[in-house]
């Protein structure tokens, strides 16, 4: 059996630079909290649970995560405060934790670290060693540098040294620590409690207990890797957009390994998921959210929103075409053909080969297959029959300023131009809307209803004249 993994998170800090009154873990990467993305590598590294240490906007962080983080792993939070240092942080976490486990300590504002480097970090703590994760940097400013026994890259290691306390000399080291390590429980409890503040910054410094491991005879390893996205932190909106795009490309990268054909992986944002069947194309600036999933031979076109939808195979979304689903969800049956500048809200739902063109708007409404609308019309609360015709400027009026109310439009049936269909109301089977009719009361199936005023001709009408301006 592995030994446990247990997670300490660190998100006391302020984030001073992110210039928010949000604070900084909160911050959205890929469409979710910066924190989501840590305590999601946790739960798919299967550790036993997660502990987040909060302080600043402690409540916010901590009611926020709780609603977002789906239940499963799980997620306790130790406040720390005031912040005395890294060290001082994991020793809050420290009631919450079993000795016979490994703890693994993560930063909360650190969202691009892999499982399988985390996976290889443990590995190598194997509940015995102190495992640091490392570096190499061509400008490690900053950072905490790996102080190591000999000139050797593999010397052994005696000590991480923060920046500020660092000699020039020391400050040429180019290794540093990635804020990233995997600690045996029980031998970090006893370290902990030997911190002090005896340093440039009077903090509490996790990255001591190097030093006590070594004066332990206990094994550091560093595990180096060359990746330095995976350990980047955000301390910025400039960072948080550079480490978006980093993210970005990975998963375009993963779609096209699949067969995806992206006309500009730079150009494409996935804020959620998107599962894509074989064959999809999908073009430039296209922005995903929430689950959405793309059948065989989909093809997105440019500059298109699609949030919550499902897409059947052979659907295609034309260019500027927004779908959002929220929580009903919207669905585009195979073959449909939708946009450009087409509008569909929750609840749409499209059956086979239909039809919605530009500046259609369709909300809560079922289409069955075959039923077309092509022009600037508005479907709400509608239930479509199949091969519906509806006509350019329509609209169900389906709401009576208190209620919405249903609009039935049988199969076969054709909607002029310009009509209004007062809900609750239904058009039977077959039957013909004259263009420009406001419909209050049912149709019988077959029938033309026209409901308009009739047109008059008045003849050799004048037309007003323009007056004549005084010279
Ligand atoms: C830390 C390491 C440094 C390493 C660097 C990598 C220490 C002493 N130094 O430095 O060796 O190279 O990370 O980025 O650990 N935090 C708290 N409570 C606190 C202080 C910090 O929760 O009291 C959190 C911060 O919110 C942040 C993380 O801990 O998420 C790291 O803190 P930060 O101040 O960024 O550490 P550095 O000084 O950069
Ligand atoms: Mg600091």
């Given at each position: 059996m592995a030994t446990p993994v247990d997670v300490v998170i660190m998100a006391a800090g302020k984030g001073t630079r992110m210039k928010s009154r949000l604070p900084k873990v909160l911050h959205r990467l890929g469409g979710r909290a910066l924190l989501v993305h840590v305590i999601d590598c946790a739960a798919r590294l299967s550790a036993r649970q997660a502990v987040v240490i909060t302080g600043h906007g402690a409540a916010e962080v901590e009611s926020a995560i709780s609603r977002e983080v789906p239940p499963g792993l799980g997620i306790s939070f130790a406040r720390q405060e005031?912040?005395?240092?890294t060290g001082h942080a994991v020793q809050q976490a420290l009631p919450h934790l079993a000795d016979e486990g490994i703890t693994l300590v993560l930063s909360?504002?650190?969202?691009?670290?892999r499982v399988d480097t985390l996976q290889a970090l443990l590995a190598q703590c194997d509940g015995q060693r102190l495992a640091l994760l490392t570096l190499s940097m061509a400008d490690p400013r900053g950072y905490g540098r790996i102080v190591?026994?000999?000139?050797?890259?593999?010397?052994?290691v005696r000590a991480i040294l923060e920046h500020k306390d660092a000699s020039e000399a020391e400050r040429a080291i180019p290794e540093i620590y990635s804020g990233i390590m995997a600690v045996p429980t029980r031998l970090l409890r006893g370290w902990l409690a030997r911190?002090?503040?005896?340093n440039a910054q009077s903090e509490y410094y996790l990255t001591d207990i190097v030093k006590f491991a070594v004066a332990d005879g206990v094994v550091v390893v560093a595990h180096q890797i060359t990746d330095a996205a995976q350990v980047a932190g955000v301390n910025s909106p400039v960072q948080l957009a550079e480490l978006e795009r980093v993210h970005q490309l990975r998963i375009a990268t993963a779609l096209m390994e699949q067969g995806v054909r992206l006309a500009d992986p730079a150009r494409l944002d996935v804020r959620g998921t998107l599962d894509c069947a074989q064959d999809v194309e999908i073009d430039v600036n296209c922005v995903f959210s929430g689950v959405v999933t793309l059948g065989e031979g989909v093809s997105i076109g440019a500059n298109c929103m699609i949030a919550n939808a499902s897409i059947a195979a052979g659907a295609v979304i034309h260019p500027f075409t927004h779908i959002d689903g929220e929580k009903l969800g919207v669905k585009v049956g195979p073959g449909a053909l939708v946009g450009p500048f087409a509008r569909l809200r929750p609840g749409a739902d499209l059956g086979a080969e239909v039809h919605i063109g530009n500046f259609v708007e369709v909300k809560n409404s079922t289409l069955a297959a075959?039923?077309?609308?092509?022009?600037l019309a508005y479907l709400g609360d509608a239930t479509v029959g199949e091969r519906v015709n509806y006509g350019a400027g329509s609209i169900t009026a389906n709401y009576d300023g208190a209620n919405k109310h249903r609009t039935v439009i049988e199969a076969d049936v054709h909607v002029g131009s310009n009509c209004v269909l007062v809900a609750p109301v239904t058009i039977g089977a077959g039957g013909t809307v004259g263009g420009g009719s406001t419909i209050t009361k049912d149709t019988a199936p077959g029938a033309l209803s026209v409901a308009r005023g009739k047109q008059v001709g008045i003849a050799n009408w004048q037309r007003p004249q323009k007056k004549k301006q005084a010279p």
């Open positions: 005031p912040q005395l240092g909360g504002d650190v969202p691009l670290t190591r026994a000999g000139k050797e890259p593999t010397a052994q911190l002090d503040n005896k075959g039923a077309k609308a092509n022009h």
